[in-house]
């Protein structure tokens, strides 16, 4: 049984991995979506990452087990973070955008302090074209502003690239183009990415084969 947190993305809340969390669970493993706190431009990285933690203080058991941390989009920068601290754990970095977005992204403009927000409508067509519409609207509904952290990011290139990693790239992903993202993933990590198929919310349009290859994962993670 391995601890698997998730860590959302940009503008989203945890509830985007409630499918996955309930799959991981039904598997046997404790799995866990705690909140980044993104909105706020004066918290830094180290306070971002806090409640996550502390949350996964309260869920792990000091039974030895695999500890996976799973960082979506922008997540997927915080995902080391949390690894950092924990001796052993495997960081999976899931659609993480190491490249540039796709030319013609509309990503939402930022006001003066940074803070970004989308329109509901615009983030329907962007981020959730693969949704049915009813479900689109829901999750665009509950879109939060989004801020860059203050301060520098805690850890360097090759203190990154010492952390066990798992990156994974979707064929289709709407906002990084998968050739790009390779190429980074090489480069930066020195790892060859997992390649799947689907666009850039896996943990939508197919929780049931995600949390099946996160499951996979655990076996990577150090005894």
Known sequence: MAVICLLHGAWHDPTCWDDVVAELRARGHRALAPD???GDPATTYAERVRPVLHALSVARADDGGPVVIVGHSMGASYAP???AALPGALTVRLCPGLGP???GFPWPPAGPDGISAWDPQAAVAALYSRLEPERARRFAAR???MAPAAGRYPLGRAERAALPTVVVCAADDELFAIET???RARAALGVDPVEIPGGHLPMLT??????ALLE????????
Do not use: I
Request: charged share 30%.
């Open 81 to 83: 973070l949390v690894a």
């Open 101 to 103: 977005l796709r030319a």
């Open 181 to 183: 993202e390779r190429d």
């Open 206 to 211: 197919d929780p049931a084969g995600l949390a």
């Open 216 to 223: 996979g994962f655990t076996r990577r993670c150090a005894p």
């Open 143 to 145: 879109l939060r502003p």
């Open 36 to 38: 980044l706190p993104l």
